[in-house]
């Protein structure tokens, strides 16, 4: 069954800003740890942020001061706050959730999303 589903992908220029949401099932956004990843073509998937369940967030320093994670716990929902987009942002974002704590290593997940695409234009 899906147990994450994510939205919120789209088309913008530099300099522009995007909400990405993850909607988890109830025991997923109770018990896991949640993150954000994100793939571009030809590179490898890279931790963007993510959430522990009591509240601490970690960021990559590429995003850092510019994207930010939060839950809303009525909605069991994940969310990336990305401001100040750089074309360099443009990848498919995955949200992800796993049994660790301040992780940015995609291995270390093992439920995920099917991905949404964010494209960034100069």
């Known amino acids: 069954r899906v147990q994450l589903v994510e939205s919120g992908g789209g088309s913008v220029q530099a300099g522009e800003s995007l909400r990405l949401s993850c909607v988890a099932s109830e025991y997923i956004y109770r018990q896991y740890s949640m993150g954000w990843f994100r793939q571009a073509p030809g590179k490898e998937r890279e931790g963007v942020a993510c959430s522990d369940s009591d509240g601490s967030t970690t960021y990559a320093e590429s995003v850092k001061g510019r994207f930010t994670i939060s839950r809303d716990n009525t909605k069991n929902t994940l969310y990336l706050q990305m401001n100040s987009l750089k074309p360099e942002d443009t990848a498919i974002y995955y949200c992800?959730?796993?049994?660790?704590?301040?992780?940015?290593?995609?291995?270390?997940?093992?439920?995920w999303g099917q991905g949404t695409q964010v494209t960034v234009s100069s």
């Open positions: 992800a959730a796993g049994r660790v704590y301040s992780s940015l290593l995609p291995y270390q997940y093992d439920v």
